[in-house]
């Protein structure tokens, strides 16, 4: 994580603002294992008020919360609770550029940016190791609160006790297209149409090439991807969620492509491709095709791997900034990737 400030305990009288990066998780045959941080972001705000308030910002939020049931509320007072501190009243503003439910790990960028926001609120009581710990716990999942939490790529294994990772410097030369349907997929209705049971040959299928995959991006092969990327454990039950997903993971690289998968539970879709090969156009042609063929809008955006995890802004209360509301501070941040 980035600090404006040196980290010190310090009471909870001013205002944090952290920004978080988006995810996309599995990356194919990485079921609840590989996650990739991307240049897109949401921003909490928090600070200690007389009542709790809760301010969205932006057009991503809809049916969010804005009481004590909001899930960064919830997730700050869990590290309030682990630190023994009591801040019940919070002022609270939230913005996201990450659409929800589109797989690209919203959920996770609120826990990782509430977890980060109180703890650096509170003087940073808990350790970066306890913050992984405790957003794992909340996601059931280390690959998007990994990548959020600590950028670039994450290889991750949780028990459901404790996990575990090893963070991969994404190669270099590599872009991420995103294509985002215009229509919401709950990752609760993914997964329930996964099967419980998987044959052998697939299961080997799935290990043989989520381990080559790792490998990849590890050491930079970029030619592996295509085959590497293959997946027999979650993409091909989830197919009749997306009408154009099937053609598109499988002719991709016909068009520039280096791979494609499903992000996350989807619907978005993502594909890898060399950074030289991202402005000709091809293969936003090639999506926005099969997927108008469908009757489906979707909306396409080049991304690059994120390389940091959040970034903290502590305002004390002698700053300007510190009387701004939450929606001002928020507006205020820089948007990296045009729409």
């Known amino acids: 994580m980035l600090y404006e400030s040196e980290k010190t305990h310090q009471s909870p009288n001013g205002r944090v603002v952290v920004k978080v990066p988006a995810s996309s998780a599995n990356l194919g045959p990485g079921f609840d294992s590989l996650g990739m941080?991307?240049?897109?972001?949401?921003?909490?705000?928090m600070s200690p008020s007389n009542a709790t308030k809760i301010t969205l910002v932006g057009d991503n939020l809809e049916g969010v919360a804005e009481d004590k049931t909001n899930l960064v509320y919830i997730v700050a007072q869990s590290v309030f609770a682990k630190a023994g501190v009591e801040l019940p009243e919070l002022d609270i503003g939230i913005r996201s550029?990450?659409?929800?439910?589109?797989?690209?790990?919203?959920s996770a960028a609120a826990i990782v940016g509430a977890l980060v926001a109180a703890n650096a609120l509170i003087g940073y009581a808990l350790t970066e190791d306890e913050i992984f710990q405790m957003a794992t716990s909340i996601e059931k999942h280390p690959d998007n609160v990994g990548a959020s939490l600590y950028g670039g790529i994450i290889a991750a294994a949780w028990d459901g006790d404790r996990a575990e990772y090893v963070r991969i410097e994404p190669p270099v030369g590599m872009d991420v297209l995103v294509a985002i349907p215009e229509f919401e997929l709950s990752t609760k209705k993914a997964r329930n149409?996964?099967?419980?049971?998987?044959?052998?040959?697939?299961?080997?299928?799935n290990v043989t090439h989520s381990s080559l995959l790792t490998a990849a991006l590890a050491t930079g092969r970029l030619d592996l991807l295509s085959h590497a990327m293959r997946d027999r454990l979650h993409q091909p039950y989830r197919a009749a969620l997306i009408p154009g997903m099937d053609r598109i993971l499988r002719e991709a690289t016909e068009h520039g492509a280096l791979g494609a998968v499903l992000?996350?539970?989807?619907?978005?879709?993502l594909l890898l491709a060399r950074?030289?090969?991202?402005?000709?156009?091809?293969?936003?042609?090639?999506?926005?095709?099969?997927?108008?063929?469908?009757?489906?809008?979707?909306?396409?955006?080049?991304?690059e791997p994120c390389l940091n995890g959040p970034t903290v802004r502590l305002i004390s209360r002698n700053e300007p900034d510190y009387n701004l509301?939450?929606?001002?501070i928020l507006t205020k941040a820089e948007v990296e990737v045009s729409a």
Do not use: C
Not at 37 to 45: H, M, T, Y
Not at 97 to 106: A, F, M, Q, V, Y
Not at 193 to 205: G, H, N, R, T
Not at 325 to 328: L, S
């Open 37 to 45: 941080a991307l240049s897109l972001f949401a921003w909490v705000s």
């Open 325 to 328: 509301e939450p929606h001002q």
């Open 97 to 106: 550029d990450i659409p929800l439910t589109r797989g690209l790990g919203s």
């Open 193 to 205: 149409v996964l099967p419980e049971q998987i044959s052998m040959k697939d299961a080997v299928f």
């Open 275 to 303: 950074s030289e090969n991202a402005g000709d156009g091809q293969l936003v042609e090639f999506v926005q095709a099969v997927m108008a063929k469908e009757g489906i809008e979707v909306t396409t955006r080049w991304l």
């Open 263 to 269: 992000s996350g539970a989807g619907p978005t879709l």
